[in-house]
C-alpha cells in the first residue's frame, strides 16, 4: 500500500476514525510529519517556526542530538520493564536536587494523572474531601480538575461549574472555586469552611496569568494559619520558569507539587512533596484505609526517564535560562510593538517564559480579565501567524532554546504582518 502523501488526504483519514477528526489536542486542521531544532513540518512539506513545542515539553527543541544519542542507547537495552530501573531512580533524585518542595518522588506518565494523584494524595492525608481551586487554572482532565476551568457560564464563587459532561454532582460539591490574585476572598472563604479543605490547588502561573506581587506566598501563609495543605501545579512552570521552577523564581515552597513536560523529556510526569505525605503511596507506611494505591504500566520509564535526565543536564549549564528569557523577552517586545503601531487595544500577559496577547487593556489579575479579550481579533492574529509559518496554541507562546536570530526576525515580520492585518 503507497504511503499517502498529502496533508488534506490524511485528514480525511482522521474524520472518519478520530471523533471530530482529531486528537483533542490541538487544532484538527495540520498533520505534523516531523520536527528539527525549533521547526516542524506538515505532512505538505511546510515549514513552521514552532512555538507550541508538543504543548511545552521540547524546551531544548525537537530532536535534540545529546538527548537522542541517550534514548537511542536506552532503547537497545528495553522500552520498558514495570520495574524500577536506575534511570528512573537518578531522575527522582535530581528532582529532589532541584525541586524546594521535593524529598519524595513517585512517577506517573502525564500531567493530568499527576494532578489526580496529588488531589488524592492530599484527601488521603488530611482525611478531608474538599479541594479549593481557582477559577480558569487547569489541572489535567480528572473530574475535579474539569470544574471552572472554562465556564460557559459565570457563578458566584465558590460555586463550580463542569466544564465536561459525565461528572457526578457529587464531585461538584467537593470542589471549590475562589478567584486567582485574592487573597482577601480566599481568607474569609478558608476562614468559613477550612476545616472541611484538604488542599488549595494552583497554578503558580495560572495559564498566563501572573501571580501579583506577595501573592503566592499569602496563600502559602493562608494554607498554614488554616491547616490546608498547598499543592502547587508545575506541569508547565517546573523547570521552565527557572531551573527549579516556580518554587526557586518566588521562593515560595508549596507540600506537594505536580511537575511534567519537561521532567521527563516526553511521556513522564511525576508527583513530589513531603517525605510525611508522599508516604501514602506505601503500603507498609500507613494505615490500610489510608494507602493510597497508584501503578502504571509506562510509570518511571527508562527511555523518558533518560530523555529527562539528559534534558535537565542541559537545562543546567551556564546561560541556558538567560538565553530562554532574554528570548521571550524579545519575542513579547517585537508583538507589543507591532500592535501598538497599529492603534490596537492589547496586554502581553505572561512571562518570558510562556505568554500570550490578550486583545484588551491590561491588567490581567484573573480568569475573567483574560475573557476581556477580543476572540475575534485574537483569532485572526494566529491565522495570520500561522499562514506567515508560525505554529502556536490558541492562547499560549512557548519559547524554546533551539530558537535562531534567524527565526526572530521571521518571527517579527510574522508578527507585523498579523498586526496589520487587525
Known sequence: ????????????????????????????????????????????????????????????????????????????????????????????????????????????????????????????????????????????????????????????????????AGIPQAVADDVLVAPFNDLEYLDGFLQECGTQ???????????????EAGYLQGVRDLCDRHGVLLIFDEIVTGFRLDYGGAQERWGVTPDSCTLGKIVGGEGEAAVAGRADIMAHFDQKAVDPDRWLMQLGTLSGNPVASVAGLKTMEILRREGQYEKLKATGQRLMDMQSKALTAQGIPHTISGDPTLFDVVFADGPMRDYRDTQRGDLGRLAVYNRVLREEGLLKAPTKMYPCLALTEEDLERTGAAVRQAASAL
Open 1 to 164: 500500500m503507497n504511503r499517502i502523501q498529502t496533508q488534506a488526504e490524511w485528514l480525511q483519514r482522521a474524520a472518519e476514525v478520530l471523533p471530530g477528526g482529531g486528537f483533542g489536542n490541538f487544532s484538527n486542521d495540520i498533520v505534523v510529519a516531523r520536527g528539527q531544532g525549533a521547526h516542524v513540518w506538515d505532512e505538505d512539506g511546510r515549514e513552521y517556526i514552532d512555538y507550541l513545542i508538543g504543548s511545552g515539553p521540547m524546551l531544548v527543541g525537537h530532536g535534540h542530538p545529546e538527548v537522542l544519542e541517550a534514548v537511542f542507547e536506552q532503547i537497545g537495552k528495553g522500552l520498558t520493564y514495570f520495574t524500577n530501573n536506575a534511570a528512573g531512580i537518578e531522575l527522582a533524585e535530581e528532582i529532589v536536587r532541584a525541586v524546594p518542595c521535593a524529598q519524595q518522588v513517585r512517577f506517573v506518565t502525564s500531567g493530568g494523572e499527576a494532578d489526580m494523584y496529588a488531589i488524592r494524595l492530599a484527601r488521603a492525608f488530611m482525611g478531608r474531601d474538599k479541594i479549593i481551586k481557582f477559577e480558569g487554572g487547569y489541572h489535567g482532565m480528572s473530574a475535579e480538575a474539569q470544574m471552572s476551568l472554562a465556564p460557559k457560564r459565570r457563578e458566584n464563587f465558590p460555586r463550580a461549574v463542569p466544564d465536561s
Open 197 to 211: 479543605v484538604a488542599a488549595v490547588i494552583m497554578e503558580p502561573l495560572q495559564r498566563v496569568v501572573m501571580p
